[in-house]
């Protein structure tokens, strides 16, 4: 089966914006003291520069899913598929706590473990691989069911609870846990919420078999209900998220207020808000060709090259900044401050789009060379896993 030029469209366009949210991450004057989302501190512009890379994880794990699907469909081999979901599975993980902890941390100590997005999809394609055999309806229905019930989770009172509910809340909400003298494990993407999004973009999957003329319309009004259904439970402001909006100074903030969804975990209205994004995104991306199309299919071919390499372009950008401001190497503070100094470090906001753009183009040539060469080198089994 040819691939899906909408899909890497869409991948290549997140990954693209996703390289916006870890320049700020690693880089920006406030990202290690202050929350870009906290309506108190920060500005509408810094607020709608972490807001907008709300849209990335949650479309890489749904088209994550909806991959797995196009792929079992195209080999239509069950035993084959589920072998190789097991092993990208597990494989996913290791690399998240080796190579992909390595570039976040830059902590060759690994003081600090981060479950994230990479390892919850390698969870997500090992549960995926026990599923196979049951019917697309009833993994749609498992999917969907977590998404808007896992909310209620909220209501499950933890202290003095059993062990089996705390283990159990692990796996559903962000935490941490110290382990040794001074390390720490952070539970960033806790899998089962993410799973959701993974088990219904696999079920999803099979809108893929429309033909494009009738794809686009269908992904426009999908998109088009759930933005609806955000906009009804968000309105009603009773369940769907942790936090309620409310009005705030003025009504600039006051919409901030009402579109501060919860990522961690990621909210019912989270979900409905970016998944209609995303579904919107790809009702354009059908039959679309243009030279901004061309760019983001590039990067959109090869998703996991480009997560893996981004890091190891800007931790190295980010020392450079903070030495070229004086600062020595003894004054890097790593672990959970990025290897970040004390003081104050980093630039301003506009200066973050500026290097967003140099690292995004310093990958394109990269990640073209890549996909040629995977491309030519089919070949080799080893280039599916990345």
């Not at 040819?2 to 916006?20: C, E, F, H, T, Y």
């Not at 900044?321 to 980093?346: A, E, H, M, T």
Request: glycine residues 8%; aromatic residues 16%.
């Amino acid at each position: 089966m040819k691939r899906l030029q909408s899909i890497d469209i869409v991948r290549g366009i997140v990954m693209i914006i996703m390289a916006l949210d870890h320049t700020r991450d690693l880089i920006h004057l406030t990202s290690v003291t202050d929350s870009p989302t906290n309506l108190q501190t920060t500005t509408p512009a810094l607020f709608i520069t972490r807001w907008i890379t709300h849209l990335c994880a949650p479309t890489f794990v749904f088209l994550s899913g909806a991959s797995a699907y196009l792929s079992y469909k195209r080999k239509n081999d069950i035993r084959g598929t589920r072998t190789f979901l097991l092993s990208r599975g597990i494989w996913l993980i290791i690399l998240e706590f080796t190579l992909v902890n390595l570039g976040v941390w830059f902590d060759p100590h690994f003081s600090v473990f981060i479950l994230d997005v990479i390892a919850t999809i390698g969870v997500g394609f090992i549960v995926l691989s026990l599923l196979l055999r049951a019917s697309n309806k009833t993994i749609l229905i498992i999917g969907l069911a977590i998404i808007f019930l896992h909310n209620l989770s909220a209501f499950i009172p933890t202290e003095g609870a059993w062990l089996f509910t705390k283990l159990f809340m692990m796996f559903v909400a962000p935490g941490a846990i110290p382990f040794g003298k001074s390390g720490l494990f952070i539970m960033g993407y806790p899998p089962i919420p993410w799973l959701g999004i993974m088990l219904t973009g696999f079920a999803a999957g099979r809108l893929f078999d429309y033909p494009a003329d009738k794809r686009k319309p269908l992904f426009a009004k999908i998109g088009l209900a759930a933005l609806a259904l955000f906009l009804v439970v968000r309105g009603i402001n009773i369940y769907g998220d942790s936090f309620q909006w409310s009005k705030q100074k003025d009504i600039v903030f006051t919409v901030l207020s009402f579109i501060n969804v919860t990522k961690y975990p990621p909210s019912l209205v989270f979900c409905l808000l970016t998944l209609g994004v995303m579904f919107l995104l790809l009702s354009w991306a059908e039959g679309l060709e243009n030279k901004f199309t061309k760019i983001a299919i590039v990067y959109g071919k090869v998703p996991l090259f480009y997560f893996l390499i981004h890091w190891y372009i800007l931790h190295p950008l980010m020392f450079l900044i903070v030495f070229l401001q004086g600062y020595q190497f003894s004054d890097l503070v790593f672990g959970v401050n990025l290897g970040r100094p004390k003081g104050v470090s980093g630039v301003n906001l506009w200066y973050i789009y500026l290097i967003w753009i140099f690292v995004v183009m310093l990958l394109y040539p990269l990640c073209k060379w890549y996909g040629r060469y995977k491309e030519t080198h089919r070949e080799k089994q080893w280039l599916r896993y990345l």
